[in-house]
């Protein structure tokens, strides 16, 4: 009866070490997403940033134009750290909510056999 015991707490205990590897795993990715997300958010501030001030000069100048290379390049930019961020923002709520989450292993906790009824049977038989 202790076998079988010491044997489910083993299991219980492989089951929760995978859970929590698996958590720390998803929170290592999520930092990761999150420090990209960080360093384009501040490439999309600082793009912002040179807009307004070329848009500024070009009021100052009274050549205030839209379809200037600058300003093109300037929305391209703007608007590919709008798209990387929606798409960092997906990626950490599926990492978030998924059930197995990024480059977890396999759960083998629950495939441990149970040796605990042959440990038993051997007992047992010594005793016989």
Not at 76 to 97: G, H, N, P, R, S
Not at 105 to 128: A, G, V
């Amino acid at each position: 009866m202790t076998m079988k015991k010491d044997s489910n707490w083993k299991i219980m205990l492989n089951h929760w070490l995978f859970n929590f590897h698996k958590e720390v795993v998803k929170t290592g990715v999520i930092g990761k997403q999150l420090l990209t997300a960080s360093r384009t958010n501040l490439l999309l501030k600082e793009t912002y940033e040179e807009l307004g001030r070329t848009l500024e000069e070009g009021a100052k100048n009274g050549e205030l134009e839209w379809n200037t290379p600058k300003v093109k390049a300037l929305l391209q930019t703007i608007q590919a750290c709008k798209k990387d961020l929606a798409q960092i923002e997906q990626q950490v709520y599926k990492i978030k909510f998924s059930s197995s989450g990024p480059k977890c292993p396999q759960d083998i906790s629950r495939q441990i056999p149970d040796y605990s009824s042959l440990r038993d049977e051997k007992k047992d038989e010594k005793n016989k």
